[in-house]
């Protein structure tokens, strides 16, 4: 059984930083690539960054370019984010995701998903 769980959402004060983490198991990790995408209230879910299955390949969304690193461990079958210089606007629902081999940006491509982790940043 495949199962991704997020960690680490919180509420934080703008311009503040904070981590999250994902967890995989029931999949082979090392050859999935994995991505963060985000839901605030009333909005469809955006992509907010991916990483290849290596590690060696990231992308990122316009929005979040410069604020935010994703990284991988494949020896603890874990995936994080870094955000850093928050913004109100970064509120949502932070989601992880998996497919095999390739990054997508599109959430339709990602055949595995967490329950995501509530994100919220006060001004």
């Known amino acids: 059984q495949v199962q991704l769980e997020e960690f680490g959402g919180e509420l934080v004060q703008a311009g503040g930083a904070l981590r999250l983490s994902c967890t995989a198991s029931?999949?082979?990790?090392?050859?999935?690539?994995m991505a963060w995408f985000r839901q605030a209230p009333g909005k469809e879910r955006e992509f907010v960054a991916s990483i290849n299955w290596t590690g060696a390949r990231t992308t990122y969304s316009d929005s979040v370019k410069g604020r935010f690193t994703i990284s991988r461990d494949n020896v603890k079958n874990t995936m994080s984010l870094q955000m850093n210089s928050l913004k109100p606007e970064d509120t949502a629902v932070y989601y992880c995701?998996?497919?095999?081999?390739?990054?997508?940006?599109?959430?339709?491509?990602?055949?595995?998903w967490g329950r995501g982790t509530q994100v919220t940043v006060s001004a």
């Open positions: 029931g999949i082979t990790f090392e050859n999935h690539a």
């Open positions: 995701a998996g497919r095999l081999w390739t990054m997508s940006s599109y959430s339709g491509a990602y055949a595995y």
